[in-house]
């Protein structure tokens, strides 16, 4: 099976801007959580998407925001963008969101 | 809040030695404990995980133990060698919540 695969893998924004991720899922798996990750945070939660619906959030910003389609794949969007939202941006999936998770590469967003 | 401690941030040892990692966690009703090993550059990858009905998983040289009473889980491998240097995180969830919590990380220097 085809592993979690994420698009782009880099970008480069300036502040104001807004930005689009997409994220792929394991075939099958119906679950995909958002994750930023900073050096100093590691890995902080920012949603959870399940056949369409959000069933969780972190404390993000409502700048931050997700969806996912039919297919099961996903997209974040983070808008206004800010320095500190310079980060990877790991998306993870699962058959149904209480059992393992398997990551993608990242997005790593550079915010200048 | 939620919230997952894991200590120590750096851990340096001799290949062949023993490393030994624990996290804390706050929610008693967390149930699922997963073990992710980041190499530099790539995706955050699972390589352990426990359930809150067993006390001890084995997996050749990788081994978690999980302490409910305390609050807390530890990830023991032995027999070091130079391709487990990376970053070691731990992760708590709690059913129902589709929400992972993540420790800051670990990061793991076998030395040669």
């Known amino acids: 099976k085809a592993g979690v695969t994420q698009t782009p893998r880099y970008l480069i924004k300036t502040r104001g801007q807004q930005v689009t991720l997409s994220c792929s899922p394991i075939s099958g798996h119906r679950s995909v959580s958002w994750y930023q990750q900073t050096p100093g945070q590691g890995l902080q939660f920012l949603f959870e998407?399940?056949?369409?619906?959000?069933?969780n959030k972190g404390n993000f910003p409502g700048r931050f925001s997700g969806r996912q389609f039919s297919n099961s794949r996903s997209e974040m969007n983070v808008s206004t963008l800010e320095l500190g939202d310079s980060a990877l941006y790991l998306c993870a999936s699962s058959l149904t969101g209480s059992d393992t998770q398997y990551f993608g590469p990242g997005t790593r967003l550079t915010v200048l | 809040g939620e919230n997952v401690e894991q200590h120590p941030s750096t851990l340096s040892v001799q290949e062949g030695d023993s490393a030994v990692i624990k996290c804390t966690y706050s929610?008693?009703?967390?149930?699922?404990f997963p073990w992710y090993k980041q190499e530099l550059g790539k995706r955050p990858q699972l390589i352990i995980d426990i359930r809150s009905n067993v006390g001890e998983k084995k997996d050749q040289r990788i081994a978690v133990t999980l302490n409910k009473t305390a609050k807390h889980f530890s990830l023991h491998i032995t027999e070091t060698q130079p391709e487990d240097s990376a970053v070691y995180f731990c992760?708590?969830?709690?059913?129902?919540?589709?929400?992972?919590?993540f420790g800051t990380g670990t990061r793991l220097k076998v030395l040669a």
């Open positions: 992760a708590a969830s709690k059913a129902g919540t589709y929400k992972y919590i």
């Open positions: 998407y399940f056949s369409e619906t959000q069933r």
């Open positions: 929610d008693s009703a967390s149930n699922y």
